[in-house]
């Protein structure tokens, strides 16, 4: 910075060339996040089909990224995804650390677009502003774990740390609707099946190696590395990070069991009686040998898991999240950590997003229930019956969620169906109302018949279903930054989610990581962001107006399609919860109460944003979308 | 017959073409097995790349095939493969029952070659003699299972006597060395890599159907169904044909068990304590749910099982057939048929080899004890842990064989080195003494070292390490013709196993089931041979020698490849049995013993027959190869 440099890679042509983003553009996007979503909604054309070849897949860092080493962290460690959505329709994005995000950076290049198809499969590789491409037709069909270990192999980087690996495994070739992007072995960028879009690009893998200094660009050196100090100690001192260091994101289970918001049983109840079975502290106690940071990161939530049973052998792998021990655990009624470890070490390798997953797995572990009761129509059930020959999904069945792992990612008889995500997979074998989900993106861990403003952080997130654009766990849960009640309807709630949705958009594209927001204010990141960039007039407000302006553009990009009610799947929003503390209540009551306020305040009207709003936020070129 | 349609087609130019086989071929040569040899070695040149498009696929019925219904059975319901093999690089070939056979002569063929590649994955119909290539790109990556599904969909034609489908799985699209062809979702062509073959033929699948009456080219035809009835109730009334029919092949384990000649955790013993718990009589008291024939089959050895545990889950599926039991369950030390049944039903989905794919698992799982024990060069053992990063393959452990199965079906990780066969495997991790092998093929269920003819059986089959090809154990064990020491050093044996050799070539030419040489001779076959084919005068004499010729040509394709030596790999020649009736003895003595009065019997010198046995036997054109 202050100019970005992106890299264009014409995947037909063989072709990569440089583009400058001038100050003006990050000045109103920054990087990341908000930079990839103004791209697409430019450069992606209406109706473009996610898995050809008009798709483009932005891989972006943003200017504080890579800045700052662990020794006075700033949890800027992080890249952000971006692309048409193959699972969703609307726009698909993800985020995730490791250490793929500053090497990129030092690689020579702040982001890299992926354009066009390539004729046989590839691997790129990026090494201080050289790219090469190299044929990855011995590598199709590997999983990740082996992809990134002979990639290191063949360009002679063999050194853990020495430059990173993004790698999708066959579930990404295979195009499977939530296949991840994987770097580091482990850390995922998981949701909304970016996965699928480089595998339609037949980009197996891109690695990235560099010896550029990243700090030598910034204007005001000392101004930044002052700045940086005092979030770093704000950041180190807080009891929320400390508790992420001991725990992980696993500490989790056991508080939003207690709420009854562990979705279990495929979202058929509340809580889960072996909850302590599979949390962080049992997790801590039994099965972790190490704690993992992402490139500057002082935190260190990542979770390094050995399990040395002979059933569920893995040896050393990264995690389970708290987010893949619900999806593939108390939603699964899986309640021994042995199998959720074992199962997230294979669906890393195989590259899936463990969410999507395991909400497509309990789809079908209640779709097969209903088929024996004889609830099913009877050609539904005859097909599901005749697909499932070798495998029975009954709950708590954790070998057949590892052979269904398996034949989901290679597309294998009833995994191709599974592929097509939980709600295709749901309409396929008619049971529409039995997953959970916003936007047909499968939701997280937390149900919002119990922690009510997530229902309105799931239905407007424009992604679809997700607990990363408002994480309103912080005020209805943890009391960050008040203590709400979780069941009270409380207009308060609407304005603390617009305003984390508008906050966290920046976070995500300055890029620092969203635990960061315990901790941490946007008037926080303002001196940084001034030094960085030279902004030496850069104001609080100015930050979350990139952040609505951000917010708004995405919205766009699903008004383009057509795509933009802002509701929950009837799972949810219908069916009340038959147990816990917020047993009888359902997620529409919230729902209703809520939306009108939030519209008002985007200034929105039925999910679409007006002209004014638009012209508000300088977005006048896409006015011609709403009109 | 009497002239024998061989349909040629030419996947590079999407074109097929028929040509007729002329009567002096075929009494030289039968069909099957014995024509696809000689067809083999004039037109696959010598080296040729097994994967290559310089191999052919021959895919062959005899003059026998599907001639009589199960009625009045004659077992003459089977198919025979022949190609290079790219496992053993001699010349490959298998024979399976189910039904292929039979619709693939009423399809309007008596056999099918496959010449050069096809661009993309294709499969072909073939209906009433009308050839059809069809798109297959969305069966690749698929199992066999759905890929037999969704071609009789496709085709119209879902009604499971409706034709017949042969397909590959992953594992034979993927090249792994030992991928087999399935019919009928369970009759395996398994041994020598024929799946790879035609994977790298990029053929998915073959369907035929149709209407043609074999029966009516029959020249006599009333001679014809007297010598039938004649031949069928000698087999019907067999006690041996009972036997097979109550326990299927598994009637064996315990038998073989009995003489200590049950290889167990990969040959290092020759008893396995649980061989009750895997015995057939244990598989018909828990499993079994129905017995199941090949077309115009009344023996019906196939067993139908059904496990439904959670766990081991598989509905109706074929087999195991003994030699699975072997593989997969007392050379691996698993002692419960639920697994067996469930690891049987995937690599039949999958499509390879349980006898290739339990030995090159035993081999892992011998070097892996190595490794932990510290008894392996350490940059092999840190190789193959790294390998191993997510399955610890410990002796017993079913859920790690699972996954090894997908791993190897599909190359990934270790599954990449599994895929290459025992032998490939264990030099590659610096254990070659590990595998028990002939000619690099995988030996079945029966250890030499406590039935010795098997030794001279095993090291003189062409095709590799094999019980098919000369049937020790029946006079060894089961006293047919006549009961014979298993552990005594006996030259009439010699003869006997040469004598098997070649009656069994006729057998897999005219073509009938083996199983019918235990209760019917070479006299038996002239008959219907005569009546079918209209040679007057055709004796018992001249079917042995086509048996022979066939044996010699065999060879001749072995010795013009530079493959030719009789012998068995160290793990059964050189080291002792330490259990059972065996105890303490190796194969060394035996085979060393028969070797020199086998070449006698055969014309042969050091393994290579004569200028003057070739000439005798007719088979003058090849005499170049000795020369």
Redesign the interface.
Known sequence: MPEFRLLRIDLWRQKAREERIPDKVLRRFLGGRGLGAYLALREIPPHADPLGPENRLYILTGPLTGTVDASQGIEAGRYHVVAKSPLTGVLGESNAGGRFGPWLRFSGYDGIVLENVSEEPVYISIIDGEVRFHDARHLW???V??TE?RVREELGRTGPDEGAVLAIG?AGE?LVKFASLINNKGRAAGRTGMGAVMGSKRVKAIYVYGTRDVGKEIVDRQGFMEAARKLHEKIASNPVSKSLNAYGTAVLVNIINEHGALPTRNWNRGTFDKAAEISGETMAEKYLVDRRGCWGCTIRCGRITKV?D????????KGPEYETIFAVGSNLEIGDLRPII?IN??LN?LGMDTISFGNTVGTLMEIYEKAVNGELPKEKAEKL????????P?WG?A??V??LA?KTA????IG?YLAEGAVSFAEEFGCPECPAHARRLELPAYDPRAINSMALAYATSNRGGCHLRAYAVSFDVLGVPVKKDPLAIDMEKVRLVKFQQDFFATIDSMIVCKFNTFSTEPADYVPLLSAAMGWDDFTEEELLTIGERIYNVERLFGVREGIYKDTLSPKVLEKPLPDGPAKGRTAKEALEAYLPEYYRLRGWVDGKPTRETLHRLGLDEFAYIVS
Chains 1, 2 share one sequence.
């Open positions: 069909g590997r999983g774990f082996y270990d066959p295979r040395d002979p059933v569920f052998y893995t040896s050393v792998g074992k070490h294979v390798d019956m005749k697909l499932l020959h070798d495998v029975k009954l069945n070998h057949a590892i052979q398996y290679y597309r294998d008889g191709d």
